[in-house]
């Protein structure tokens, strides 16, 4: 039987587009080779106002009105002064399974093998053999895609962090605190501060005597280990008295941050991370799908009905065409290019550069911070905020910006020819 659109994955980002899909009435499948009930084993935070304006903020698991950084050696922290919340993920998955199972949505298992296309469908063949047919496949399986084409963009850049959920012999954070980033580095050898890759803390008090730690590597490439970020981990805690007593969960994260665009004249779509929507600047992507979602689907279901109406259809590759633009325009492939341009700078700066970075960061007025975190400002605003932070950064942290010494040409080029 051939269905309106197959969903290839069960993360995140399958489980958003595959919801809001059904929810327009269209017939839709999903593939994915484990259960999409299956636990999901990372943890996924938000701002505060980004879930509230989205009036989801009944998702939360936690939630921290004590939200602060250390960029400085002292411990004088600075205060954010916007809650920040952590999805309850298994309230999370169920939302979305449950508005997938409310329309009737069936699922297969098995992993995406070969797919070939026809002007009115696409057949996607199973590893088991199987051939399910839809008009239109859209891959949300992750980076690491099953169909979705991108150009060579050279180095890919991956954020990597090992955490650990458990109780400790001493509070590593203080009740009710959260912390977006602990820079702060006594714990290292000044060989290790002056060259070592530029490592911070992300932790919160979870309640009921229970923490997550987390050491993280922003962004480089290659990535920092897994090794080296634990053992940086265990340096910390020791360095300030604290020993794990218990592991409730331990962590392994590691997904890319600038991966180029993909070819948007392809007949797969692309979702989330398969569609490079991880910020190229923070990692943050579970709010993107949840504002981009609605438009993407509203695009697909519009195309598939024909908008132009009568009879005839709109064929496989018009549809993808319509839905690539719904989801990449031309200003968010701008910023896209910008945000990659701004880490591209970021990658270079040692650790003591990097902290006078996000403490000049940080003074931003808050509405500039904050939708450059969310990537919610709109171009002209983004480069206001970026030209802003140039102008009141110190002396070293615009030198490192005004320097070109790699992919900078070729990222300012997209900007202007996305």
Same mark, same amino acid.
């Given at each position: 039987?051939?269905?309106?659109?197959?969903?290839?994955?069960?993360?995140?980002?399958?489980?958003?587009?595959?919801?809001?899909?059904?929810?327009?009435?269209?017939?839709?499948?999903?593939?994915?080779?484990?259960?999409?009930?299956?636990?999901?084993?990372?943890?996924?935070?938000?701002?505060?106002?980004?879930?509230?304006?989205?009036?989801?903020?009944?998702?939360?698991?936690?939630?921290?009105?004590?939200?602060?950084?250390?960029?400085?050696?002292?411990?004088?922290?600075?205060?954010?002064?916007?809650?920040?919340?952590?999805?309850?993920?298994?309230?999370?998955?169920?939302?979305?399974?449950?508005?997938?199972?409310?329309?009737?949505?069936?699922?297969?298992?098995?992993?995406?093998?070969?797919?070939?296309?026809?002007?009115?469908?696409?057949?996607?063949?199973?590893?088991?053999?199987?051939?399910?047919?839809?008009?239109?496949?859209?891959?949300?399986?992750?980076?690491?895609?099953?169909?979705?084409?991108?150009?060579?963009?050279?180095?890919?850049?991956?954020?990597?962090?090992?955490?650990?959920?458990?109780?400790?012999? &001493?509070?590593?954070?203080? +009740? #009710?605190?959260?912390? /977006?980033? *602990?820079?702060?580095?006594?714990?290292? @050898? !000044?060989?290790?501060?002056?060259?070592?890759?530029?490592?911070?803390?992300?932790?919160?008090?979870?309640?009921?005597?229970?923490?997550?730690?987390?050491?993280?590597?922003?962004?480089?490439?290659?990535?920092?280990?897994?090794?080296?970020?634990?053992?940086?981990?265990?340096?910390?805690?020791?360095?300030?008295?604290?020993?794990?007593?218990?592991?409730?969960?331990?962590?392994?994260?590691?997904?890319?941050?600038?991966?180029?665009?993909?070819?948007?004249?392809?007949?797969?779509?692309?979702?989330?991370?398969?569609?490079?929507?991880?910020?190229?600047?923070?990692?943050?992507?579970?709010?993107?799908?949840?504002?981009?979602?609605?438009?993407?689907?509203?695009?697909?279901?519009? &195309?598939?009905?024909?908008? +132009? #109406?009568?009879?005839? /259809?709109? *064929?496989?590759?018009?549809?993808?065409? @319509? !839905?690539?633009?719904?989801?990449?325009?031309?200003?968010?492939?701008?910023?896209?290019?910008?945000?990659?341009?701004?880490?591209?700078?970021?990658?270079?700066?040692?650790?003591?550069?990097?902290?006078?970075?996000?403490?000049?960061?940080?003074?931003?007025?808050?509405?500039?911070?904050?939708?450059?975190?969310?990537?919610?400002?709109?171009?002209?605003?983004?480069?206001?905020?970026?030209?802003?932070?140039?102008?009141?950064?110190?002396?070293?942290?615009?030198?490192?910006?005004?320097?070109?010494?790699?992919?900078?040409?070729?990222?300012?080029?997209?900007?202007?020819?996305?």
């Amino acid at each position: 039987m051939k269905v309106d659109v197959l969903v290839i994955g069960s993360g995140p980002a399958a489980l958003a587009i595959a919801s809001e899909l059904v929810d327009r009435g269209l017939v839709v499948e999903g593939l994915s080779p484990v259960d999409p009930a299956e636990p999901w084993p990372n943890t996924y935070g938000i701002w505060g106002p980004e879930v509230d304006r989205l009036g989801l903020g009944g998702l939360l698991g936690h939630r921290w009105s004590d939200t602060r950084s250390y960029f400085a050696s002292s411990a004088e922290p600075l205060l954010h002064q916007v809650d920040y919340g952590l999805f309850d993920k298994q309230r999370l998955q169920a939302f979305w399974l449950g508005r997938c199972s409310h329309g009737a949505m069936a699922w297969h298992r098995g992993l995406a093998a070969t797919i070939d296309h026809s002007p009115s469908h696409s057949t996607v063949t199973t590893d088991r053999g199987v051939e399910l047919k839809a008009r239109l496949v859209v891959d949300a399986s992750g980076h690491r895609a099953a169909f979705v084409q991108r150009p060579d963009g050279g180095a890919v850049a991956a954020q990597g962090a090992y955490g650990v959920v458990g109780s400790f012999s &001493a509070p590593p954070v203080r +009740a #009710g605190e959260f912390v /977006l980033m *602990d820079y702060r580095s006594d714990h290292l @050898s !000044a060989a290790e501060q002056r060259c070592g890759p530029p490592t911070f803390l992300y932790a919160m008090d979870m309640g009921e005597g229970l923490f997550f730690v987390e050491e993280t590597s922003l962004a480089l490439a290659p990535p920092v280990p897994f090794e080296v970020l634990k053992e940086r981990l265990q340096r910390r805690l020791a360095h300030g008295g604290i020993a794990i007593e218990t592991v409730c969960h331990e962590e392994f994260c590691l997904f890319p941050m600038n991966l180029p665009l993909p070819d948007l004249n392809q007949r797969v779509v692309g979702f989330g991370g398969a569609a490079s929507m991880v910020h190229p600047a923070s990692g943050y992507m579970v709010g993107a799908l949840l504002r981009r979602a609605p438009g993407l689907a509203d695009a697909i279901a519009t &195309a598939l009905r024909n908008p +132009a #109406g009568g009879d005839s /259809l709109l *064929d496989g590759a018009e549809v993808a065409a @319509s !839905a690539w633009q719904a989801l990449w325009p031309l200003e968010l492939r701008r910023k896209h290019a910008l945000y990659c341009f701004g880490l591209e700078k970021l990658m270079r700066y040692p650790e003591a550069q990097l902290r006078q970075f996000f403490d000049s960061f940080f003074q931003l007025p808050q509405e500039q911070w904050y939708g450059f975190l969310t990537n919610t400002l709109s171009l002209p605003e983004l480069v206001a905020a970026m030209l802003r932070l140039f102008l009141a950064a110190p002396w070293s942290v615009r030198w490192g910006l005004m320097q070109q010494q790699g992919r900078e040409w070729a990222l300012l080029t997209r900007l202007l020819s996305p």
